[in-house]
């Protein structure tokens, strides 16, 4: 089965703006208003079809029941297999606005809801175990945001079977993570908590509140169109979306770097809602009275035992200048007893400093090597990530002579196009860094015209194939000038392609995403599909999984003719004078020593990990604490060093092929 790939994915064009306005509630005519827009703007889908109704109400059947642990094969059959003459019904429904087909299948899964919470009683009577204390019908472990399962279930005792599995899966994760005894009164702790995220997801279909009433009218309506879209969108490609108001604002977050809030960062537990950070300078920091291990206890007078988690959230978010009261508990020195204290704060725009650039370095020699983890792609009000690798830079060249540096991009998902750019643009001269190309055969081409590299020593870029989007043309376009060496799985994600986006608009009142075109690097290839190949592999925790976008409904990859002479096509005539001045005397020549270097270096790679034990044991797939491996076939040595599992392996076999670059680039130079 593909695994799913949890990091954001993204190829961000900007639009201007901060702040968004609310969602407007949605509408039945909006729905193809909005697609619309969507299908105006795609690479290529630029109309309603049959195949893509089919796959939208699969996507809506598997976004609501991904775990197969609600609907039976014998219901959803009439949605997944729709004839040619169905599905001409359907593209004229869709035309006319009738999406009378999406609400029967609603109601199907209203139906199925309804059983399920039955069959959750049943399994508490059955089982005798108190999994649920329900005096309001609670009781059941949600599986809406779990991978799914590959067939439905054809009965509803296999149903059932599934979903007494999940309860045990859901407890024994329970226990891991907090790694405490489940006695009845904590089992009886986690699956009430777990029930109000269960509920709260299928309230959404049901078009209720959390006190089981109906919503009103437009409510229904919005929530209605909006899981209509959700399939719509998705259903043209995998990275064409349509967003609730909450997972834009998230999305912006990662994107901007800054949100509105209070500065607390929270976690769900078993023992309630506990602080776990207070982001320096924020309000919940300065006020001097919360610490890390409080629980949250009350948000605005209501119990937060009441509330989802996320939207416990949505409330610390709310609009700037305006205010929160929170009530917390904290045991006293002895953990004796609870004392309870109340704060009230004012939300601000607060700058995230987590999240965006890590720097280390090693000694080597009489100087260093650097390491800088970057993220992702960000860009906000005075916030960018060149501007964060630029500083980081700087911080490594004071700590001492900088020998070698590795820009960590393994787990970075991309973000905006025009920071790739910039950020590529630190390590070469002048010259053309990406082209994108659109549906209309119109292309736009982003260069680095500053003259000059922030840093042009020995570089490497750390990959894998959860490296992707935007952090693949940082690595490819370095790789295509020459300049750095792409180590680590053997191909990145694989996504050579551009979304709009108006999550961070201004004037939108609705947030999507949309694939608009494809992006080459100056060797005029795309990561498409394929991704960007190693120079070098030294497999990261992925290496096995089948992830990327070979796996994906996407767009085909292709060539076009390479840009290293630059013949500033696209310059106005006005403007071509300072580039043939400033820019084209400093374009970035295609560098060839590391090439030429390659096999000693990967000769040299290939034997360090073939022998190193720990290194072995992580390839044959096992872990710290399932070592089969007797410790007869370790030396003294080796099990002082046998440190699986604490040791970032691909970083340490980075380091060491750093430190060949360094040693072999001094080699020439004599």
């Given amino acids: 089965m593909v695994k799913k790939l949890f990091v954001a994915i993204l190829l961000l064009i900007m639009r201007s703006g901060i702040e968004a306005h609310e969602q407007d509630l949605l509408k039945t005519p909006d729905i193809s208003h909005i697609m619309q827009q969507i299908f105006k703007e795609h690479v290529d889908k630029k109309e309603m079809t049959g195949q893509i109704l089919q796959h939208a109400f699969e996507i809506y059947i598997n976004q609501f029941d991904p775990r197969h642990m609600y609907l039976l094969e014998s219901e959803v059959a009439p949605y997944l297999q729709l004839s040619s003459v169905q599905l001409e019904q359907a593209i004229q429904q869709y035309k006319n606005n ?43 472990v949600s599986i809406a945001n779990q991978e799914g399962m590959e067939e439905f279930a054809s009965t509803k005792e296999q149903l059932k079977e599934r979903m007494i599995q999940n309860f045990e899966v859901y407890i024994e994760t329970q226990k891991k993570r907090y790694g405490e005894a489940m ?71 990662r994107l901007q770097k800054e949100f509105k809030g209070i500065g607390l960062v929270l976690k769900d537990t078993n023992q309630g809602v ?44 709310g609009n700037k200048n305006t205010k929160v009261k929170l009530t917390f508990k904290r045991k006293d020195e002895n953990g004796l007893s609870d004392h309870r204290y109340t704060v009230e704060l004012n939300r601000e725009m607060i700058i995230l400093n987590d999240g965006r650039v890590d720097v280390r370095s090693e000694a080597l020699g009489n100087g260093i090597v650097g390491i800088i983890t970057l993220h992702s792609f960000y860009q906000g009000d005075g916030v960018s990530s060149e501007e964060d690798v630029r500083n980081a830079v700087d911080k490594l060249q004071k700590q001492g002579l ?59 870029v750390l990959t894998s194939k959860a490296t992707a989007s935007a952090a693949e043309i940082v690595a490819q376009a370095l790789q295509d000038y020459g300049v750095a060496l792409i180590v680590g799985d053997e191909h990145t994600y694989g996504k050579g392609t551009i979304q709009t986006q108006t999550v961070t608009d201004n004037q939108s009142t609705s947030y999507f995403k949309v694939t608009v075109g494809k992006y080459y690097t100056v060797s005029g290839r795309t990561p498409q599909k394929e991704g960007v190949k190693a120079d070098i592999v030294a497999p990261s925790h992925w290496y096995r999984e089948e992830i990327g976008e070979k796996y994906a409904d996407s767009v085909e990859a292709d060539l076009i003719p390479p840009f290293y002479d630059d013949t500033l096509q696209d310059i106005p005539a006005n403007l071509k004078a300072w580039y043939l001045k400033y820019y084209i005397p400093k374009l970035q020549k295609r560098a060839s020593l590391w090439r030429d270097l390659l096999p000693t270096l990967r000769k040299n790679s290939e034997y360090r990990v073939a022998h190193n034990k720990n290194y072995q044991f992580f390839l ?18 080796d099990k002082k060093s046998k440190t699986y599992g604490e040791d970032d392996l691909q970083v340490q076999e980075a380091v060491n092929i750093l430190k060949d670059m360094i040693i072999l680039d001094n080699l020439t130079k004599k």
């Fill in 402 to 460: 900088l020998k070698g540096l590795i820009l960590d991009l393994r787990d970075n998902g991309g973000g905006f196009l025009s920071q790739a750019v910039k950020v590529a643009g630190l390590f070469i001269t002048d010259g053309v860094i990406v082209i994108s190309k659109y549906s209309d055969g119109s292309e736009r081409i982003y260069r680095d015209v500053d003259g000059k590299a922030l840093y042009d020593g020995p570089l490497i």
């Fill in 274 to 317: 506990v602080v776990t950070h207070l982001l320096e300078g924020g309000p919940a920091a300065r006020s001097k009275l919360i610490e890390v291990g409080d629980t949250l206890i009350e948000v605005d007078g209501q119990s937060t035992v009441e509330i989802p988690f996320e939207k416990i959230m949505e409330v610390l978010h």
């Fill in 620 to 637: 044959k797939g096992f872990s710290s604490e399932d070592d089969t491996e007797s410790d007869e076939e370790w030396s003294d040595v």
């Fill in 98 to 140: 009738d999406f009378s087909r999406f609400k029967e299948l609603n109601q199907t899964i209203q139906a199925s809801i309804e059983r399920a919470r039955r069959m959750r009683q049943e399994i508490e009577v059955n089982v005798k175990t108190p999994l649920f204390h329900s005096n309001s019908d609670k009781g059941a």
């Fill in 183 to 253: 006695t009845p009164e904590r089992k009886g702790q986690i699956l009430r908590s777990y029930e109000i995220k269960l509920r709260d997801f299928e309230n959404q279909y049901l078009y209720q509140n959390e006190k089981g009433e109906s919503l009103p009218l437009n409510e229904q309506e919005n929530l209605f169109a909006l899981h209509v879209l959700k399939a719509l969108a998705n259903s043209l490609d995998s990275h064409t979306s349509f967003y609730k108001a909450n997972e834009a604002y998230d999305i912006r977050v």
